[in-house]
T-cell receptor, first 115, second 115 residues
Framework: KAGVTQTPRYLIKTRGQQVTLSCSPISGHRSVSWYQQTPGQGLQFLFEYFSETQRNKGNFPGRFSGRQFSNSRSEMNVSTLELGDSALYLC??????????????FGPGTRLTVL | AQKITQTQPGMFVQEKEAVTLDCTYDTSDQSYGLFWYKQPSSGEMIFLIYQGSYDEQNATEGRYSLNFQKARKSANLVISASQLGDSAMYFCAMRRTSGNTPLVFGKGTRLSVIA
């Protein structure tokens, strides 16, 4: 079974631009979560989607948004990029996104650099 | 609020020896899950092992075992017979079962295996 895939793997943008990242979950998984990883803040939860609905949201500004499609694929968008948005963005999928044993499996991440 | 503490920023271990990575957690929930992930330099978070708060036995997965001490709120990862390929960042994470809650991660421990 194929794992979680994320595209693109690397991205370089300039301040003020916007960016869209894509995530394809493991087949059969309906929950997709996004995390931002930076050296200073570590891993921080952005949001979670289940059945095309945002079910949970972390403490990030409205410039960060996402969506999920009927095939469970998810995209996240960051508008008006700032230097501080430079990070590794990780996507994780799980079957239902709830329950003790519902393990999240991560993709390889998208490394975003904002210049 | 939940919190994960990993007090060892970096550790060294000789190849073929065992190593313990520390993790303590803080939560007021009775029902929760604890996870360990490995992150090589490539960036992908690899799921290693899971322990539920109600599990009476320590979890094991191949060379990985989780030393779960509920009263002390610790969930240490033990890697037996270390291999060069074990060199990576290791993250401890938890989530509670009430609702669809995200993973909360510690800051991680960088493990270096020496030949």
């Amino acid at each position: 079974k194929a794992g979680v895939t994320q595209t693109p793997r690397y991205l370089i943008k300039t301040r003020g631009q916007q960016v869209t990242l894509s995530c394809s979950p493991i087949s059969g998984h309906r929950s997709v979560s996004w995390y931002q990883q930076t050296p200073g803040q570590g891993l921080q939860f952005l949001f979670e989607y289940f059945s095309e609905t945002q079910r949970n949201k972390g403490n990030f500004p409205g410039r960060f948004s996402g969506r999920q499609f009927s095939n469970s694929r998810s995209e996240m968008n960051v508008s008006t990029l700032e230097l501080g948005d430079s990070a590794l963005y990780l996507c994780a999928s799980s079957l239902e996104g709830r329950g003790l044993t519902d393990t999240q499996y991560f993709g390889p991440g998208t490394r975003l650099t904002v210049l | 609020a939940q919190k994960i503490t990993q007090t060892q920023p970096g550790m060294f271990v000789q190849e073929k020896e065992a190593v313990t990575l520390d993790c303590t957690y803080d939560t007021s929930d009775q029902s929760y899950g604890l996870f360990w992930y490995k992150q090589p330099s490539s960036g992908e978070m690899i799921f290693l092992i899971y322990q539920g708060s109600y599990d009476e036995q320590n979890a094991t997965e191949g060379r990985y075992s989780l030393n779960f001490q509920k009263a002390r709120k610790s969930a240490n990862l033990v890697i037996s017979a270390s291999q060069l390929g074990d060199s990576a960042m290791y993250f401890c994470a938890m989530r509670r079962t009430s609702g669809n809650t995200p993973l909360v991660f510690g800051k991680g421990t960088r493990l270096s295996v020496i030949a």
